[in-house]
């Protein structure tokens, strides 16, 4: 009954309703890094479904496994995986380091599973590497399956346990840099695309130093992120959240006075930017040759001309 009361004074008088009443993520925790005392939380051993935060297991396992130079090829399998992807060619070989940008940074599944059977043979192999990892870092309630977060039944972590991982992941200098790169290049043969990361604090929030989004339909968003304060870092590790970014700057506000306003996250959104560049492109000689003409139409007056 008194539940009941609760929820209809909060209905009827939303302005008495505490940050931790609007947080929609079921399970979160803010912790400080090295003593991983607990900043702020919520039912943060619950077992949920990752989504794409998976990634940042897979990607120290890939950093364990590989120096970033060897030459990984896609096998067919790679057409038929989700978005989001690079869009992989099957047969096409790929730089390691590459790839391991590409899950990171683009979130993209098609790299996480080349990575995966590249390094134990197949991704059902590799997720049983990236078990045997948790479980040496203390993430003893997640359970991988694959190396992308897809959704796939028997596949949970915990929000303790995502900033565990996340702990042991920035003790790897080159996971620090790659998790921090806002924008990442993939060059395929003579082609050139560049994608911006979609952990929209590193655009607009100057604390954030690393994290990793995820969503599918049935895990709902999930994020974990690293934050400097005062020399210490802090890291925040939510699941199943409904409005990921809201949530997160609700929780953040325990550590920061000052946080990034609803416009300026909506500005930093993630997208593909796209740019897409050809080396034939570069010759651009029938555009030279129509400047020059409306140089001489200029000199001739010719204002039909100039118009055209």
Known sequence: MMNVIIAIVILLFPFFATADDVITAPSYILVEKDSFNV?????????????????????IVALEKLNGNEIIRA????????PSKLSLSPGAEYRAIDLIKGAMVKSANDAAYAIAVHVCGSETAFADAMNRKAFEIGAYNTNFRNASGLYVNNQYTTAYDLALIMRY??????FREIAAERYFSFKEGE???????????LFC???AIAGKTGFT????????????????VYILALLGS???????????KNLYEQLPSDKEIRL???????????KHKKETKPVAKKKKKIKKTKTSKSKASVAR
Do not use: Q
Not at 39 to 59: C, E, F, I, N
Not at 75 to 82: A, E, H, L, R, T
Not at 169 to 174: G, N, Q, T, V
């Open 242 to 252: 409904n409005n990921l970014w809201g949530d997160a700057i609700n929780i953040l």
């Open 169 to 174: 992941a920035l003790s790897i200098d080159r």
């Open 39 to 59: 900043v702020s939380g919520r039912d943060y051993h619950k077992r949920l479904a990752p989504a794409s935060t998976t990634k940042v297991m897979t990607t």
């Open 268 to 278: 930093a959104k993630s997208y593909n930017v796209k740019l897409t560049s050809y």
């Open 191 to 201: 082609k050139s695309i560049r994608y911006k990361n979609h952990n929209r604090f």
């Open 205 to 207: 929030f100057e604390p």
């Open 75 to 82: 096998d067919g399998n790679v057409v038929s995986i989700p």
């Open 217 to 232: 339909k049935l895990s709902r968003h999930c994020y974990v992120g690293a934050f400097e304060k005062d020399g210490r």
